[in-house]
Nanobody
C-alpha cells in the first residue's frame, strides 16, 4: 500500500514557476514508478510526466516537454514536478500517482495504469 499527498499548488502569473511535491508513504514506495497527471476544469484527466523507480528514466507529454521536470528523492520518499514558463492552459488540479508498470509500457502513461493516487493540488495560472 502506498499513500500519496501532494503539495505546492497555488496561484502564479503566466511565465512564472512552481514546484509541486508528492510525499509518499509505504514500505514499497521505491518499487514504483511515479507520475503526475492533471485535470483542467471540464476536461478529462491527462498524463503529464512519469519517472522510473530509480529516477533514471523519464517521459513527458508533448504539452509540458521542455517546461516541466519530474524528479524523485527516494531517501525522502518524495517526487517533484518543477514547472517553468507556466501558461494559463496549465491551470488544473495536479495529481501524483504510482504505478508498478515499467516506463517501457505505454499503459504507464495512462490513468488506467496507475495503482495509487493522491487527492490533488490546484495550480492556477493567471494571464
Amino acid at each position: 500500500q502506498v499513500q500519496l499527498v501532494e503539495s505546492g499548488g497555488g496561484l502564479v502569473q503566466a511565465g512564472g514557476s512552481l514546484r509541486l511535491s508528492c510525499a509518499a508513504s509505504g514500505r514499497t514506495y521505491r518499487n514504483y514508478a511515479m507520475a503526475w497527471f492533471r485535470q483542467a476544469p471540464g476536461k478529462e484527466r491527462e498524463f503529464a510526466a512519469v519517472i522510473s523507480w530509480s529516477g533514471g528514466g523519464t517521459y513527458y507529454a508533448d504539452s509540458v516537454k521542455g517546461r516541466f521536470t519530474i524528479s524523485r528523492d527516494n531517501a525522502k520518499n518524495t517526487v517533484y514536478l518543477q514547472m517553468n514558463s507556466l501558461k494559463p492552459e496549465d491551470t488544473a488540479v495536479y495529481y501524483c500517482a504510482a504505478t508498478y508498470l515499467s516506463l517501457s509500457s505505454m499503459v504507464a502513461r495512462t490513468s488506467n495504469g496507475m495503482d495509487y493516487w493522491g487527492k490533488g493540488t490546484l495550480v492556477t495560472v493567471s494571464s
